[in-house]
């Protein structure tokens, strides 16, 4: 069965910077667009970002864009999140998540258990 | 950016209760439309997508309809497990943007 498992989060200072990897198991990560979600209590579910199967189309929430790099490799079967510039607002439970897409009908299939990142001085 | 809003925001009902939830886009989505549910600790897990299609393993008690901007997300007959979050998300259009969702807890 798929498997995604996120690591790297933590505490860092504002304006720090911080690389979050979500290790993709149990199925053909190269076949399939990839996703990061956030997660705050007073925000609820946020989309933070997305990046295309083979690497060529990458898209940002605007809050984001600028700060933060989306990437994979798919000989590691690993997506990453590179977050530099951080600010207070960006702390959240971070999320990846499988775009499993039915006829041009996207959803998110699989999501990895969370990791949290803190930025706090 | 659409903007998703559910209502209600939270609910309570009992075991063997019928309950909808419904979701409103701020402009026309056709059927791109999912809902989630999540536990506490828990990521979300879809059960419906495009607006009425049940996600595999997903139990039949639940079941999604609407196109447009209206939809709603019914459980037919509560059972204990199913007391969570729902949320829905709107796969229309970058950024893909969820609502803020309805926590379901138990009378």
């Not at chain 1, 946020?46 to 809050?63: N, P, Q, T």
């Not at chain 2, 903007?3 to 309570?12: A, D, G, K, N, R």
Request: with cysteine.
């Amino acid at each position: 069965e798929a498997q995604l498992v996120e690591s790297g989060g933590g505490l860092v200072q504002p304006g720090g910077s911080l690389r979050l990897s979500c290790a993709a198991s149990g199925f053909t990560f190269s076949s399939y667009w990839m996703h990061w979600v956030r997660q705050t209590p007073g925000k609820g579910l946020v989309w933070v970002s997305r990046i295309k199967s083979d690497g060529s189309s990458i898209v940002y929430a605007d809050s984001v864009k600028g700060r933060f790099t989306i990437s994979r490799d798919n000989a590691k079967n690993t997506l990453y999140l590179q977050m530099n510039s951080l600010r207070a607002d960006d702390t959240a439970v971070y999320y990846c998540a499988r775009d499993l897409d039915y006829g041009g009908y996207s959803n998110f299939d699989y999501w990895g258990q969370g990791t949290l990142v803190t930025v706090s001085s | 950016d659409i903007q998703m809003t559910q209502s209600p925001s939270s609910l309570s009902a009992s075991v063997g209760d019928r309950v909808t939830i419904t979701c409103r886009a701020s402009q026309r989505i056709r059927s791109y439309l999912n809902w989630y549910q999540q536990k506490p600790g828990n990521a979300p897990k879809v059960l419906i997508y495009a607006a009425s299609s049940v996600q595999s393993g997903v139990p039949s008690r639940f079941s999604g309809s609407g196109s447009g901007t209206d939809f709603t997300l019914t459980i037919s007959s509560l059972q204990p497990e199913d007391f969570a979050t729902y949320y829905c998300q709107q796969s229309y259009s970058l950024p893909y943007t969820f609502g803020q969702g309805t926590k379901l807890e138990i009378k």
